[in-house]
Structure formats: structure tokens, C-alpha cells
């Protein structure tokens, strides 16, 4: 008789912890699942604000898949940050000043944005849940439900030591992120208004910089 209670709760354990299991998203299965929604994504349109330290920054962010980028800032007015055919262009309003730099998408800060950079990310951070499983509010005073992760580098040799990232519950669209690098100050960017899939030619992927601007090549190498 007693072995047969016991085998009863061992069974209806076992049923309840088989249960429980499956209720349960790892975090890094959680992220990957984001990435391959992005993957999905033909296009994309999106808002961005932007602060390190006491410096803000804002504009409007274009996606083209699978890796032509465009940021068109209003905060400072007219500067622009495009990536397109392996090239990289940054244009300075303020001293007038083009800085360009051939580059592989696998290795640019700019791939990060792409559904391949949020693979990078999963290879080379291991990828946590801030507090738990459950979505939260994006801030204190927030109706707006999000999962928050923390992704910790692997090795001494990525920028960021920690990321983290604040994910729509609704959307699986990237609302928050939180980048702390190896010295100096968080970098935060919000985004907002997205629009996905809208139709965008790939002119719009090639900047065309003003003629009395100063022009600087293979800046990220130079002495």
C-alpha cells in the first residue's frame, strides 16, 4: 500500500515538475526567438532618442534588409550615420566632416542592428532574464509590458560589458537598449513608432554628402 502512495506522488510529481518545464522560456531562447522575428523583417522605420552621460541625441532610424542602415539625426540636425555595400559613412554637421570606412558586416558596430548582429550578440554574450521570466513595466510609471535582459560579455575583446535590453511583450520589437562599455558611461537608446515593412528604395542606403564637406578615409585605422 505504501508503495503504491509513493509511486503515486513520485508519478504526480513528475507530471507537475514536466508541466512547470514547459512554462519555461530560457532567456536565451527567449533572444533568439526575437532575432529570428527580426529576421523576418524586410524593413523597417523607427524613432530613436539617445543619451550618454549629459549628451542627447535623436532621429530617425531606416532598415533595409539584410544589412543597409541609416540614421538620420535631428539631434544634432542634418548629422548621418550610413551603412551600405561594406562601407561605413559618418557625416559630422557641426565641423562639416565625412568620415568613411570599408568594413565587413560581421565586424561593425552597425551590423548590430541587423537580425545577423542580434547572432552575433547570442554568440558572444551570454544572455539573461534582469529579474524573472515574467514581462515588466518598461519604467516604474509604465503601462507598457517588456522582458528585460542582460546579455554579459564573453571575453575581454567586445566593447560593451553589459548590454541590456528591454523587449516588447506584445511585438518582440526591441524598445530599450542599455550598453555599458569597458570605460565610460552607459550609452541608452529608445525606440518608438516603428513601422515594419515599408517600401524603401536602396538610394535611400547611399548618402549624398554636401560638396564643401571634409572628407576622411579609413578613419577607424588612422594614426
Known amino acids: 500500500m505504501k508503495s503504491k502512495k509513493l509511486l503515486t506522488c513520485a508519478a504526480l510529481l513528475f507530471t507537475a515538475t514536466f508541466i512547470f518545464a514547459q ?8 533572444f533568439k526567438s ?5 529576421a523576418t523583417l524586410k524593413t523597417y ?13 535623436a532621429g530617425h532610424l531606416s532598415f533595409k534588409a539584410p544589412d543597409l542602415l541609416r540614421l538620420d539625426f535631428s539631434n544634432p540636425e542634418e548629422q548621418v550615420f550610413c551603412y551600405s555595400s561594406n562601407m561605413l559613412t559618418i557625416y559630422l554637421s557641426g565641423p562639416k566632416v565625412i568620415l568613411q570606412q570599408q568594413i565587413t558586416s560581421d565586424s561593425s558596430g552597425a551590423s548590430l542592428a541587423t537580425p545577423q ?16 521570466q515574467d514581462p515588466e513595466p518598461l519604467d516604474s510609471d509604465s503601462d507598457e509590458q517588456v522582458y528585460k535582459l542582460m546579455l554579459y560579455k564573453k571575453s575581454t575583446s567586445e566593447a560593451f560589458k553589459t548590454i541590456r535590453l528591454c523587449i516588447s511583450a506584445d511585438t518582440k520589437l526591441i524598445r530599450r537598449v542599455e550598453a555599458t562599455p ?4 552607459p550609452i541608452v537608446m529608445n525606440f518608438f513608432d ?14 549624398d554628402a554636401p560638396s564643401d564637406a571634409n572628407n576622411f578615409s579609413n578613419f577607424l585605422f588612422s594614426e
Open 194 to 207: 516603428y513601422k515594419l515593412n515599408p517600401e524603401i528604395s536602396d538610394q535611400r542606403f547611399i548618402y
Open 117 to 132: 548582429g542580434l547572432n552575433l550578440l547570442n554568440r558572444y554574450y551570454t544572455v539573461a532574464y534582469e529579474n524573472s
Open 34 to 38: 526575437v532575432s529570428e522575428y527580426y
Open 182 to 185: 569597458n570605460a565610460g558611461e
Open 45 to 57: 522605420e523607427v524613432e530613436f532618442e539617445m543619451t550618454q552621460d549629459k549628451s542627447e541625441m
Open 23 to 30: 512554462n519555461i522560456t530560457t532567456a536565451s531562447n527567449y
